[in-house]
């Protein structure tokens, strides 16, 4: 089963950008629909945005549609999340997520494989 990382969180001040990083272990990132969540605290796991296997097809989020953009890498063997004219309200863990079916979903539960989640603060 695969195995994933995230990295690139960090502290960044509002209108600025961040790029997270998914890399995937044992199995390749070709093989999956993948997505991301976040979670801020006291609050519920939340959609972001969302991948298909072949990265021809994506999702987003209300709130992030035009400011964040979701890839794949399959030479290297990873998946991305773009996040520009970031903002406050996206302060959150961010997890990287995949799934065997062929398209993505923005229901956390139709993920069986999580990654342990990068912190991004967001300051105004």
């Known amino acids: 089963q695969v195995q994933l990382v995230e990295s690139g969180g960090g502290l960044v001040q509002a209108g600025g950008s961040l790029r997270l990083s998914c890399a995937a272990s044992?199995?390749?990132?070709?093989?999956?629909?993948m997505g991301w969540f976040r979670q801020a605290p006291g609050k519920e796991r939340e959609f972001v945005a969302a991948?298909?296997?072949?990265?021809?097809?994506?999702s987003y989020a209300d709130s992030v549609k035009g400011r964040f953009t979701i890839s794949k890498d399959n030479a290297k063997n990873a998946m991305y999340l773009q996040m520009n004219s970031l903002k406050p309200e996206d302060t959150a863990v961010y997890y990287c997520?995949?799934?065997?079916?062929?398209?993505?979903?923005?229901?956390?539960?139709?993920?069986?494989?999580w990654g342990q989640g990068t912190q991004v603060t967001v300051s105004s």
């Open positions: 997520a995949a799934r065997t079916a062929f398209g993505g979903s923005s229901v956390f539960n139709g993920y069986a494989y």
């Open positions: 991948i298909s296997r072949n990265g021809g097809s994506t």
């Open positions: 044992r199995r390749t990132v070709s093989d999956y629909a």
